[in-house]
């Protein structure tokens, strides 16, 4: 009789001390949990808050310092570190006013996100995009509305790789009010013709020479359609380049 009460009394005894060691893992698991949670958020997940730009501080820029922020942006692009952002936050913070350092005149092509190509996030830059980045009355008025008017500093006229626009005026392309389109980018094809080899859309060297010199064509043809922004050019105010994005590589080649 005694034996069977003193198992009985050890039988209870192993079922409480299990069971008090089944909650105790069950308290600890939820906070192991939740701390490698927090740990990983802080790490990895959260973003960096960046300011918008303030009047004060797009007025201390130079073209010079904005061409090599540009520079030193497109760098992370190509390295994959670009800068983390919460865009939510930077949306409020840009709603009483917008200060960007730059206005970029970019081809349509979608694998061009000028943005990310530099690094820069809300407020940053103004952006035109048109296939074959020429420019035309609507582009140039909004290029001074975003100096003369809102105080960017610099111009810069993206062409890039393997062009379907360059192609397309190459080759004489006809299509609707795609035609009229592409007679903007033919001056570059005629100040061409020098080039020592296959003149075709199917000689890339010929196609990345024509997107180069129409680059340099807007450049030019921005000075002289627009006085505002040849003014602001010579005295230093602004500056007005090129450039050329690599497919490939996501370099961008500043002319």
Known sequence: MMNKILCTICLMM???VSCEKKQAKKTQEPEELHENVMIETASKLVPLKEKVLTAEQ?????PDLIIQSLKEGNKRYMNNDLTL???SALVRDAVEGQYPKAVILSCVDSRIPVEDVFDKGIGDLFVGRVAGNFVNEDLLGSMEF?????????ILVLG????GAIKSAIDNVELGNITAMLAKIKPAIAKSQDFKGDRTSKNDEFVAHVAKTNVLETIENIKVKSPILKEMADKGEIKIIGAYYDLHSGE???L
């Open 58 to 62: 797009q007025k201390a820029l130079t």
């Open 146 to 154: 975003g100096c003369k008017v809102s105080g960017a500093k610099l």
């Open 252 to 254: 961008v080649v500043f």
């Open 14 to 16: 192993f079922f409480v």
């Open 85 to 87: 952002r919460d865009h």
């Open 160 to 163: 890039h790789e393997s062009c």
